[in-house]
């Protein structure tokens, strides 16, 4: 197709502002979608976790036809993942495209991702096409929205659509602006391949399927290809496009966006970022924007049995060959034996991690509380990087300690002011901005600890917020802290797998959460149970468990033998879910209460 | 009847009777008279049989009970429960204290030398006092055996939803805790031992028919809802009562449940059993009834039992300490 005929575009917006609604409703228009799909909502969120969650975890490229005036049109929609924890994927897939509709919502306006997604689709150049959707809602306040748009984002009005995805209004016209506003792709089939990675996936038949953008050269069946970050070269077997699945076809030109199989056995071999060129007249530089993936959060996972770690390894390392994302290494605790260190992109991708283990691999796991990592400083010199606080080193022989912060914007109705600047104080934020989107929005930027916002921030935010703040972050590096590890000590001995690391001045009161939490959750057993918190060696915190005194069945003549086994077996079913610690039987939930604090 | 009449060709011998569960004592000694003599013609009754019929109080009266002895009948087993009457009315009890002591006195003027009470401890509004009294009370009518069960709220009964509805609250652990302990002070006092874990008598007037549970010898239950252990093998009688009837009528075995235990689950089970008796268990004697050698499979768990201070061994009996008897499930639990 030539070049000028295609367009390549995303849609970007805030979580439920109806942008998987939108997709339907486009390939619905252009007949791309199949008929037995049309009854489904949200077509292109094929995981069953994607559809569960409401959110969209990979990306899922497809091309649509569309005859505007006459004239065939291909158009390449690229659906982003919606979430925090996976802005580099979605700043990847934003790198494949000329232009994106960024969609707000008309019953809510500019929230906390439309604005991060409008910077990150900015710093990538693209058209931006300002979309106000759900005009059909009885709340809908469009004047107010497109006001937000020009005074924040610096559209002008005409350029702004209405459009309702559910009742299928404007989309015509949304079609129109998206031939004639995005331009067309640039490059030369004549010059050397340069194509970029946006995605990638594992397929255990044909190995990995590689979601790329074509910026110049064409690829085809026996192509040799070479990927610049590795220099490794493949013979490629096939090319197509997505379609609801995949499409071979003889080429894949400039400007289009598809998919190549070339018996890539590992998808950190086609890493997201990296670009493809000929292996035989390879280009002299790489597509800008290439990162290695870093894993900003760390978890313990072990197994519950003692004898499932081959399961927990055989697991993970499947999980890996689809997620490049997911590292993990062996780690052995002295409370849980031995399991895995395992770092991720962010919360959300931990708990899809540990949530598909369970299901789709039935490995039964004790987690522990999620950190970040540290750069600790030593007193003789050396620089220590842990994501584990067992590897803090002791009390006397730290000098400083460092660990990631970010920049959070939060888009909250200004009533909530107060309430917005005490959690962000409460949690250790410097405020950086403060700005009114409208009359009665304000947007803010703070900076603030990774390890404070990563955990329970939104929950809080949206509690003071009455559910109407939105947050976004992005990294924006170490900055020293006061921290300290704090222990907790399980009959007098310290249990690894539930030492944290806080910042001094939270230490009390988190200790004596801690413990708290841990009386209620840990059971009765036959002996007392002292729980205390320590830092720096020091107890700051104590509470005692009593030892159960009586419990015995107190009747069991003839008839009563077998329904007194089944209570016993009971009993017995329930030690099993228990981790067994010293003497100490711990349950799970142990090892992730220590997380929240009040 | 018709039920026994299915046995009549075991030719069982029977060492020990046992009438009870629900209040067999408002049945007329016609009835009963009907159902010894069926036993009698379908197998060997020893001469010397403990025979044991559960009474409560308020159904019986003393000609009653004194036919009940002409029909061979040795042993009364009556459910007094507590003798304060708010006790009663928490238990869903509709007899009287009176009636209770009342039962005790007519069983033994009827001419009854061997007489159970059971008691419970732990009733919602109960006092250490109160416990006290009510057993020293019963223990001064010179019986020869006690039950004393702690209070079980077990599901599905009246006293569980209430617990639930938060209508009663549970006693403290510690009091009951307490209440147990000076039942063992009590007891001492009047010369009775324990000899399981809910059961003391005087010397020579243990329940042989309920020891026969707890060593895993074979019984045979008859009527609706009742159990049977013959050769290895647990029976149960449908507890729908129509159903029952309906069965029999046909000439059929209105067992509705079978469960063979293989040498294992018997081990197993003689371990939980035997372990409520004060003489504990025989591992020789469990691998010479089942072949499984209990020691070598259970080292670890009667290691860290002993370690706890729950169980005594001495390399083959298995007993349970004076504290582990009031944990007896963290022990049998090691085992199952």
């Known amino acids: 197709m030539n070049l000028s005929s295609i367009r390549n575009f995303s849609i970007i917006a805030h979580i439920d502002h109806g942008k998987s609604t939108l997709a339907d409703r486009l390939l619905e228009k252009t007949n791309s979608m199949p008929k037995k799909k049309m009854a489904e909502e949200q077509v292109l969120d094929q995981m069953d976790l994607e559809r569960e969650r409401g959110i969209t975890i990979k990306s899922h490229p497809v091309r649509m036809y569309y005859i505007l005036n006459d004239r065939e049109y291909e158009l390449h929609l690229i659906d982003t993942p919606g979430h925090v924890d996976f802005s580099y994927e979605v700043s990847r897939s934003l790198a494949a495209c000329e232009g994106a509709l960024l969609v707000v919502d008309a019953t809510q306006g500019i929230e906390a991702q439309t604005l991060a997604n409008y910077n990150l689709a900015l710093e990538n150049g693209l058209v931006l096409i300002p979309v106000i959707n759900k005009i059909d809602l009885p709340g809908s306040e469009i004047e107010r929205v497109k006001m937000q748009l020009i005074d924040t984002l610096g559209f002008s009005e005409d350029e702004i659509l209405l459009v309702s995805a559910k009742e299928g209004i404007g989309i015509d016209k949304l079609l129109e602006a998206i031939i004639t506003r995005i331009p067309p792709p640039r490059g030369s089939t004549e010059k050397s391949l340069e194509a970029l990675i946006f995605d990638a996936y594992f397929d255990s038949y044909r190995g990995v399927v590689v979601y790329t953008r074509i910026f110049n050269g064409s690829v085809r069946k026996g192509t040799k290809i070479m990927m610049m970050s590795n220099r490794g070269v493949y013979e490629v077997d096939e090319v197509g496009y997505f379609s609801f699945g995949l499409h071979p076809t003889e080429t894949l030109d400039v400007g289009e966006v598809g998919y190549i199989i070339a018996n890539i056995k590992n998808v950190k071999d086609a890493q997201v970022g990296d670009t493809i060129t000929d292996a035989d007249s390879p280009v002299e530089h790489p597509l800008p924007g290439f990162k290695r993936i870093k894993p900003m959060v760390f978890c313990g996972l072990f197994p519950q049995e003692s004898n499932g770690y081959q399961d927990l390894r055989d697991s993970l390392e499947k999980l890996q060959l689809n997620d490049p994302a997911l590292v993990f290494e062996p780690e052995n605790s002295e409370a849980l034996g031995p399991g895995f260190r395992c770092g991720f992109l962010g919360t959300l991708h931990m708990e899809i991690v540990e949530e598909r283990l369970e299901r789709e691999y039935g490995v039964k796991l004790v987690a522990t509380a999620p950190n970040v990592v540290y750069k600790v400083y030593t007193k003789d010199g050396r620089l220590i990087e842990i994501n584990n606080p067992s590897q803090f080193p002791y009390y006397s022989e730290v000098e400083k300690v460092e660990e990631p912060y970010v920049r959070v914007s939060i888009i909250s109705p200004s009533e909530f002011i107060g309430p917005v600047m005490e959690l962000c104080l409460g949690k250790r934020g410097v405020l950086i901005d403060m700005n009114y989107i409208d009359p009665i929005k304000v947007v803010f930027t703070y900076e603030l600890p990774l390890s404070e916002v990563m955990f329970d921030f939104f929950d809080k935010l949206k509690s003071v917020t009455r559910g109407y703040a939105s947050l976004d972050y992005e990294p924006i590096g170490f900055r020293e802290s006061d921290l300290v590890k704090l222990d907790i000590l399980v009959k007098g001995e310290p249990v690894d797998a539930l030492s944290i690391i806080v910042h001094r001045d939270e230490s009390e009161k988190r200790a004596r959460e801690i413990v708290k939490k841990l009386r209620a959750l840990i059971p009765r057993q036959l002996f007392e149970i002292p729980i205390q918190a320590s830092v720096n060696g020091k107890i700051i915190a104590r509470e005692n468990i009593p030892p159960i005194k009586k419990n015995v069945l107190q009747k069991c003549y003839g008839g009563d033998v077998t329904r007194k086994k089944k209570l016993l077996e009971k009993q017995k079913e329930g030690k099993k879910r228990l981790k067994q610690i010293g003497q100490v039987e711990v349950p799970q939930e142990a090892f992730l209460a220590i997380l929240k604090s009040e | ?336």
């Open chain 2, 1 to 336: 009847m018709k039920e026994i009449e299915l046995y009549s060709n075991k030719n069982y011998i029977i060492e020990s009777i046992y009438i009870g569960g629900g209040t067999p004592s408002i049945f007329p000694a016609e009835d009963i008279e009907e159902i010894i003599n069926a036993l009698s013609s379908s197998g060997e009754v020893k001469d010397d049989i403990e025979f044991t019929i559960e009474v409560n109080p308020g159904t019986i009266d003393r000609e009653k009970l004194e036919r009940y002895r002409a029909l061979g009948i040795n042993r009364v087993s009556i459910g007094v429960q507590t003798l304060r009457r708010e006790e009663l009315t928490t238990l869903g009890r509709i007899h009287t204290s009176e009636e209770a002591l009342c039962s005790i006195q007519l069983a033994k003027d009827a001419g009854f030398t061997n007489i159970n009470v059971d008691l419970i401890y732990g009733i919602p509004g109960q006092t250490l006092e109160s416990w006290k009294d009510t057993l020293k009370r019963v223990l001064d009518l010179d019986i020869t055996h006690i039950s004393i069960y702690g209070l079980m709220y077990e599901p599905g009964t009246p006293l569980y939803k209430s617990l639930i509805r938060g209508e009663v609250s549970p006693i403290p652990e510690d009091t009951e805790v307490e209440m147990f302990n000076i039942t063992q002070d009590i007891l001492r006092d009047y010369s009775f031992f324990w000899y399981e874990l809910s059961n003391y008598a005087r010397e020579d007037y243990e329940c042989r028919h309920n020891i026969t549970y707890w060593e895993g010898k074979d019984y045979l239950g008859i009527g609706s809802s009742s159990h049977s252990l013959i050769e290895n093998t647990r029976y149960s009688n449908t507890p729908n009562i129509e159903a029952y009837i309906e069965i029999l009528s046909k000439n059929k075995t209105p067992r509705v449940w079978i469960e063979k235990l293989t040498p294992l689950e018997r081990a197993r089970e003689l371990i939980m059993l035997g372990l409520r008796m004060k003489r504990g268990v025989s591992l020789s004697n469990i691998f010479n009834r089942t072949g499984v050698d209990v020691k070598e499979i259970f080292a670890k768990n009667i290691e860290k039992l002993i370690s706890l201070g729950l169980v005594n061994y001495d390399g083959d009996r298995l007993t349970l300490t004076e504290y582990g008897r009031l944990l007896g499930n963290e022990v049998f639990v090691e085992f199952c």
